[in-house]
């Protein structure tokens, strides 16, 4: 099939991927790898830049990520799975296109200003943190991508990649194609104390979580507190167990709310409705993730034929980056 066109996005390596990513990156990633010629990067050098203090769980995390990228769906048949550390040739495009980056472009970055405010227990006035976008904009860049799919926090960097492609093929000559931001369809999912969904609240849920971990979960989950008794009409709109019902058991959802607002369901019995329909759902993936544990050998292939794949096309771009710049 003709491909539309070159995708690139990446991840840092943070530990096990909770159900928000699922339901919002990753799901969208496993289509677009039938569509476009996708590469996807576990960013180690990004995860660096505010973690170099305790780099120690870096290593394991990114082979946790590789785990639930391909239990989610990802094929390494179809996209390209590579780890950024692996494929130099990024920070040599990072240090190229720091010579016509100003810096009021990185310091005006809304994300930066925001993660010095909330990470103030991190030393982060260094320069390789702010130059953390520019880094993305190197990963994205080097493989002349047309589009980048992302959450709506990173619509900012994909912008000032934008800004460094322009900047660039108008100083030297034509090399970039200014890649789109491919918006992430967000799917509103609550923590199960229904705030939201936070590794700092600890109310989350894994992807690959087991049959048996997601029922904890769910029997943990807030229903509509004002209720008491089995009889006691409900308000689904504020129970953190219908927001989940919309989202996996989307053609029960509206029975649910008319006997929920009735009061002729118990919430033991709605939750073991929740629980069943999303351990149907996850079941495939924590599977996959059993079996791909046991097999540290070929993760580790994966990401040896991904950094040949993926520096075949970044050497490429980096003699056309050096040639225009005269080096
Ligand atoms: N900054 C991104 C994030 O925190 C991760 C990232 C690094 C990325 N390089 C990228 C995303 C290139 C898309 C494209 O989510
Ligand atoms: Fe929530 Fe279901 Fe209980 Fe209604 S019956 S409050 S939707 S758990």
């Given at each position: 099939m003709e491909k539309k066109g070159v995708i690139l996005s990446g991840m840092r390596p943070t530990g096990r991927l909770q159900l928000g990513n699922l339901m919002g990156a990753l799901d969208n990633w496993v289509k677009l790898q039938e569509e476009y010629q996708c590469f996807f990067s576990v960013v180690d050098w990004h995860a660096l830049t505010t973690d170099y203090e305790d780099p120690e769980r870096i290593r394991s995390n990114v082979q946790e990520m590789v785990i639930d990228w391909l239990s989610a769906g990802l094929d390494p048949e179809k996209c390209v799975i590579f780890k950024q550390s692996q494929v130099k040739e990024h920070a040599e495009l990072h240090l190229l296109l720091s010579m016509l980056t100003p810096l009021s472009w990185l310091e005006r970055c809304p994300t930066y200003k925001d993660q010095l405010i909330q990470l103030k227990e991190k030393n982060?006035?260094?320069?390789?943190?702010l130059g953390y976008p520019l880094l993305q904009a190197a990963d994205i860049l080097i493989y002349k991508s047309n589009a980048v799919p992302v959450g709506e926090d990173q619509a900012p960097h994909i912008e000032l990649t934008r800004e460094i492609a322009r900047r660039f093929n108008f100083l030297y000559r034509e090399v970039f194609p200014e890649p789109k931001t491919l918006l992430n369809e967000v799917k509103l999912l609550p923590g199960i104390d229904g705030r939201k969904m936070s590794k700092s609240y600890g109310n989350t849920i894994f992807m690959?979580?087991?049959?048996?971990?997601?029922?904890?979960?769910?029997?943990?989950?807030?229903?509509?507190?004002?209720?008491?008794?089995?009889?006691?009409?409900?308000?689904?709109?504020?129970?953190?167990?219908?927001?989940?019902?919309k989202i996996f058991n989307p053609e029960e959802t509206k029975g649910i709310e008319e006997v929920c607002r009735k009061g002729e369901i118990g919430c033991?019995?709605?939750?073991?409705?929740?629980?069943?329909?999303?351990?149907?759902?996850?079941?495939?993936i924590y599977e996959k993730r059993q079996e791909l544990l046991k097999r540290p050998e070929y993760i580790r292939e994966i990401l040896d034929e991904g950094r040949a794949k993926a520096r075949e096309k970044a050497v490429q771009t980096m003699e056309e980056v050096r040639e225009a710049m005269m080096l």
């Open positions: 982060l006035a260094t320069y390789g943190f690959s979580s087991s049959p048996e971990e997601i029922k904890e979960k769910v029997k943990l989950m807030i229903t509509d507190p004002q209720r008491i008794r089995k009889s006691d009409p409900g308000d689904p709109d504020v129970c953190t167990v219908y927001a989940f019902h033991v019995q709605c939750k073991k409705a929740l629980a069943e329909k999303k351990i149907e759902h996850l079941r495939p």
